[in-house]
Antibody, heavy 119, light 110 residues
């Protein structure tokens, strides 16, 4: 069974940096497209970034130039390096696995890790 | 990229049907047949309910169905059950390897 466990969230001051981790089990991150989606408190879902099996990466305009998605196949983990954090980046960050039978859907989600950007 | 527009809430009695709309543009929903729907119970992670506009992953009841017309997609829940009470989000591929989510709809079972 595919599972994802996020970690690395916390309280950080504006302008600071944080690295989120998403440890996968039951499948290989290198063989799937993997994404980060965030949800501000009481708000909807917002797509953040994606990494495809070939290694190409893409970002939402709101985080482009500040966030970097990567993966380490040896530990089956996907990362989100976040820099120059802003108050509006405060959210629960979910990692999700691409659904094998779909072009752009996500069938396995972690429980999320909370990032709070505040002075 | 602007969020897709969904009604804030819909409600229905057990056994009834409800339909949630998801309005986008000719750059996302109108252009691609890659609309997904997710169910999210309070404090839980989203769950994929519909992909590629109309398809259901294994394990999702056939009470859930999806459709699309022009720039608008819809999710219909038939035979409404208490456990269907949750937030529902649509999403659409928007080109250039980006995607956009909907604003979310709270479904209440009366």
């Amino acid at each position: 069974e595919a599972q994802l466990v996020e970690s690395g969230g916390g309280l950080i001051q504006p302008g600071g940096s944080l690295r989120l981790s998403c440890a996968a089990s039951g499948f290989k991150v290198s063989s799937n497209y993997m994404t980060w989606v965030r949800q501000a408190p009481g708000e909807g879902l917002e797509w953040v970034s994606i990494i495809y099996s070939a290694g190409d990466t893409y970002y939402a305009d709101a985080v482009k130039g500040r966030f970097t998605i990567s993966r380490d196949n040896s530990v089956n983990t996907v990362y989100l390096q976040m820099t120059s954090l802003k108050v509006e980046d405060t959210a629960l960050y979910y990692c999700a696995k691409g659904y094998t039978f779909a072009y752009d859907s996500f069938d396995t989600w972690g429980q999320g890790t909370l990032v709070t950007v505040s002075s | 990229q602007s969020a897709l527009t969904q009604p804030r809430s819909v409600s229905g009695s057990p056994g009834q049907s409800v339909t949630i709309s998801c309005t986008g543009t000719s750059s996302d929903i109108g252009r691609f047949n890659y609309v997904s729907w997710y169910q999210q119970h309070p404090g839980k992670a989203p769950k994929l309910m519909i992909y590629d506009v109309t398809k259901r992953p294994s394990g999702v009841p056939d009470r859930f169905s999806g459709s699309k017309s022009g720039n608008e997609a819809s999710l219909t829940i038939s035979g409404l059950q208490a456990d269907d009470e949750a937030d529902y989000f649509c999403s659409s591929y928007a080109g250039s390897y980006t995607r956009v989510f909907g604003t979310g709809t709270k479904v209440t079972v009366l």
